[in-house]
């Protein structure tokens, strides 16, 4: 999943290398700065679990910022025990 992120991020930025008369370069910005905000937006929603999660905060907003959900999550559930029934 991490991969996919990677390749949406690499893809939106290149859209800023593209000439003004390419039909991805605006659809690609556009697309890059919509992915900032949310991911700016889960930073904030997942802050307090971020905290919890132990180890460097910066660390986990950096990598919130470029992951989102993906790196939440999976902070969450690496703190949890594991339940029964």
Do not use: D, Y
């Amino acid at each position: 999943m991490k991969a996919f992120v990677i390749a949406l991020w690499i893809s939106c930025i290149a859209a800023f290398f593209l000439p003004e008369s390419s039909s991805l370069a605006l659809p690609g910005q556009r697309l890059f700065w919509g992915v900032l905000i949310v991911h700016a937006i889960e930073c904030v929603a997942f802050l307090p679990r971020l905290r919890r999660a132990g180890g460097s905060l910066a660390s986990h907003l950096a990598q919130t910022l470029v992951f989102g959900m993906v790196h939440a999550l999976k902070v969450g559930r690496e703190g949890e025990s594991p339940r029964l029934g």
